[in-house]
């Protein structure tokens, strides 16, 4: 498996504060990789490195071994989820086929391949029924859908998803984790999602890169998701616990419980 | 100008260049507003035709063409807001309030000093409110260019404009200059403005530029369809509050009638409200 | 200066500056700077009407505001608040254009109710514009905390029964008090750079709230009198030196904003390039 993205050293402090400290990972081509973390630790903020619209203070993302740059097509982007005016006549329709053209300046209609081909991808997320309803008025789940299609429409090689089960319920999260592994599958494109709750990634994962204090940890779920790996990260011991199929993180008592993912102000002593 | 209406109204010269003008006018404005209303900046739509205020009054002190400042003036209001940050919404009201601030700081001294230095009345009257039927029928050539130059332009940043305006971090990704397009729309915007102000005057271009807009928004689905039905909207409404305007010389009994500007705003103004009636709703199955 | 009639201009200038001030801080806090830009021209249209039938153009400002507040908010809550808004403002400036198209001597008339005039507030007009005033800083103060509530966390107020709805209308109506008060002296375009620039500036330069307020009113202050001052001197319109000075104010702000930022972004890296 070849590797695609490289994420190098890369560090970078917002409003003064230090946010990532030399952060490292690989993805290969085809992997679906989790980014783990609680909010706040800088998830989005990598995200948007590797998307080129934000610059590290230090270190390098590669693409295929060169630079990345915006103009790209080898990256889709899911944002967690788009502000829209109900009033605003975009539909979803309009939105997928502009992940064709949207970049593209000067008049021309659509071809019939085109519109052929935006037909397929709203196909392939489930999105036909609400083609024609204009994007503002969709539910979260359904906006998500949308946005899926409008990024892979482009046939990127990596897609990047901001926290898309953040707002969702339980049997949305399922959905589409379910639809993003057969997409993935079918079209041949690596997935980097972000997400503080693993727990519904864990069928799924290749490949875990876990964030907490700035540092990151990558590997399969097996290597890191570890009493010793997880305590190095986190500068005090944590127990990983498997509780009916599901994973917890969970800190001794006593010790600060602040940012822990997939753990409620839980101690078990 | 006291004959009857119909025969009256089409051979009359200045009725004729304030129709094309108008008709010219109303067009841009359409094109350039749908895509203001999309992107939610109106107030700055608004804005920028206060500071062409700034401009007209300015030239008109200079002695410039009135054409020139308003839409010179929308163009520096343009790049200040620009410069200021009207990229983030959350400092933009903010930003675009006070250059609307301090461009009618401005105007108030050009209009003061053009009143207390020259002789002409009606200057106020003109630069705020329009004086179509006074527009000088050599400048029509221009206005069939600026016309032309502004709808070309919005056609050929459509795409990316829209994508913007759903989500700038979308278009940003695919490595959209939003920047470049962003001040291109503006520049657009300030022809827009100027263009109206000669019209209906400065201060109330924003009627033209918003209402058919957003009242083809209420009544239609797609974008393309909110396009023909604005410009089909702005048109009749510019064309009929100038035969309204022309006719009221005959209704009122002081000799000078009601501005045709006071028409095409209250018409633009009904429309939208009868746009979002329930009944009207009901046809149109939104 | 001090003298005469411009003693009626300083005491209403007073007055004046201390209420924008604190309306000014609420109406930045719940971005309605174009509703608060909205109001002002309505007055216009009220004033110009009530000239051309004979009455006080104080009552024409204050019924036209009222009526603008009511408007705006109802129309706000169906529509697109920012086109409906766009739209009623033109109207209202489109009736105001042809009640004085029909009127005699327009000129004077529109400038001074655009751009304010120094001279034209009686002594008569200082009760009113106090009392007003009082009134304003009265609901407000009663408001406090529903209006800082729903400003800022709107579902939570909903939550505890406070209704948004209820609130926007009311401070909107507040804001109508004020445009009556304001649009004599500083005129109705210019009215809410008073409103607007005072209280960003003051953001800027703090982050607690009561501060931020103190000194929307100072600064406010600092802007009337400055400008009245400079109007007497140069016999140029009050509204002009209040929008330049607002706009002023308002560059100290963003530059104190992004020089301090620059600074303590400075401070990190040199800490980091330490080894720290």
Not at chain 2, 218 to 242: N, P
Request: hydrophobic letters at 50%.
């Amino acid at each position: 498996m070849s590797t695609l993205l490289e994420v190098d050293g890369v560090s970078i402090a917002l409003g003064g504060r230090p946010i990532l400290d030399e952060v490292s990972f690989d993805i290969g081509s085809g992997e679906f990789t989790g980014l783990i973390g609680s909010n706040g630790v800088g998830k989005t903020t990598l995200l948007r490195i590797i998307l080129g619209l934000q610059k590290p203070d230090g270190g390098v993302v590669r693409m295929l071994g060169a630079p990345l740059s915006p103009r790209s097509r080898l990256l889709g982007y899911v944002p967690q989820k788009v502000l829209l005016d109900p009033d605003v006549p975009i539909r979803a329709r309009d939105l997928v086929a502009l992940g064709l053209d949207g970049h593209r300046y000067g008049f021309g209609r659509r071809t019939a391949q085109q519109r052929e081909r935006v037909e397929e991808m709203l196909h392939e997320v489930g999105a036909e029924f609400f083609a024609d309803t204009r994007v503002g008025s969709l539910s979260g789940g359904e906006q998500q859908r949308v946005l899926i299609a409008h990024a892979l429409i482009s046939e990127p090689k990596l897609l990047l998803l901001d926290e898309p089960l953040a707002n969702l319920d339980p049997k949305s999260v399922q959905e589409i984790v379910a639809l993003l592994h057969s997409l993935a599958r079918n079209n041949g494109v690596a997935i980097l999602l972000s997400a503080h709750e693993m727990n519904a990634l864990l069928p799924v994962m290749d490949r875990i890169v876990y964030v907490t204090n700035g540092r990151a940890a990558s590997g399969t779920t097996a290597e890191v998701v570890r009493s010793d790996v997880l305590s190095k990260l986190y500068g005090h011991h944590v127990d990983v616990l498997t509780l009916h199929g599901r994973v917890l993180v969970v800190a001794e008592p006593g010790a600060e419980v602040g940012d822990i993912p997939d753990h409620p102000a839980l101690t078990i002593s | 100008m006291h004959l009857f209406f119909e025969p009256g109204l089409f051979s009359s010269g200045p009725v004729r260049t304030a129709a094309v003008v108008g008709g010219l006018t109303a067009v841009v404005s359409a094109v350039v507003g749908l895509f203001t209303v999309i992107r939610s900046q109106s107030f700055a739509g608004h804005a920028l035709a206060d500071v062409a205020t700034t401009g007209g009054s300015g030239a008109f002190l200079l002695g410039l063409s009135p054409l020139a400042g308003f839409i010179g003036g929308g163009v520096i209001g343009a790049g200040a807001m620009d410069l200021i940050g009207v990229q983030r919404v959350r400092n933009r009201d903010v930003a675009t309030g006070i250059v609307l601030g301090a461009a009618s700081g401005l105007s108030a001294l050009f209009l003061y000093l053009s009143t207390t230095s020259s002789a002409a009345t009606g200057t106020i009257q003109h630069i705020l409110f329009g004086g179509i039927f006074e527009i000088d029928p050599s400048l029509v050539p221009l206005v069939v260019s600026l016309s032309a130059a502004t709808v070309l332009v919005v056609g050929i940043i459509h795409r990316p404009l829209l994508l913007g305006s759903v989500s700038s971090d979308l278009a940003l990704a695919r490595g959209i200059g939003l920047r470049t397009t962003g001040l291109l729309f503006m520049g657009a915007l300030a022809v827009a403005v100027g263009l109206s102000s000669i019209a209906i005057g400065s201060i109330l271009s924003t009627a033209l530029l918003i209402g058919p807009p957003a009242t083809a928004l209420r009544l239609t689905r797609s974008v393309r369809g909110a396009m023909l039905t604005a410009c089909f909207l702005g048109v009749g409404t510019t064309w009929l509050g100038i035969a309204l305007a022309y006719d009221s010389a005959d209704w009122i009994l002081s000799s000078q009638g009601l501005p045709v500007s006071f028409f095409i705003v209250t018409i633009a103004f009904a429309s939208y409200v009868a746009a979002g009636l329930p009944v009207i709703r009901r046809q149109v199955g939104s | 200066m001090f003298s005469g009639f411009m003693v009626n201009a300083w005491e209403i200038g007073t007055v004046v500056a201390i209420v924008a001030g604190v309306v000014g801080f609420f109406v930045v806090l719940r971005g309605a700077a174009f509703p608060a830009h909205a109001i002002p021209k309505g007055a216009f249209a009220g004033a110009a009407g009530a000239n051309l039938i004979g009455v006080n153009p104080l009552v024409g400002l204050g019924v036209m505001s009222f009526l603008a507040a009511l408007g705006i908010s109802s129309l706000g809550r169906r529509g697109r608040a920012d086109a409906v808004t766009a739209l009623a403002l033109v109207m209202m400036l489109a009736l105001g254009a042809a009640f004085v198209s029909q009127s005699t001597e327009y000129e004077p008339q529109i400038f001074s109710l655009l751009f304010g005039e120094v001279l034209g507030v009686s002594s008569g007009q200082l009760t009113t514009v106090a009392i007003l005033g009082a009134v304003c800083i009265t609901a407000v103060a009663v408001l406090y905390k529903r209006l800082m509530l729903t400003s800022l966390l709107p579902e939570m107020a909903a939550a505890r029964g406070v209704r948004p709805f209820g609130i926007e209308m009311a401070f909107l109506v507040i804001v109508a008090g004020v445009t009556t008060m304001t649009v004599p002296v500083v005129g109705a375009l210019l009215m809410f750079a008073l409103m607007i620039g005072p209280p960003a500036a003051a953001r800027c330069l703090t982050d607690r709230p009561g501060r931020a307020l103190l000194g929307s009113v100072v600064i406010a202050l600092v802007t009337v009198w400055a400008a009245l001052a400079c109007a007497y001197a140069m016999n140029w319109p009050v509204g002009f030196f209040v929008g330049i000075f607002g706009a002023a104010w308002y560059g100290v702000g963003r530059t104190y904003i992004s020089w301090s930022r620059h600074a303590s972004t400075r401070r990190f890296r040199s800490m980091r390039m330490d080894g720290t």
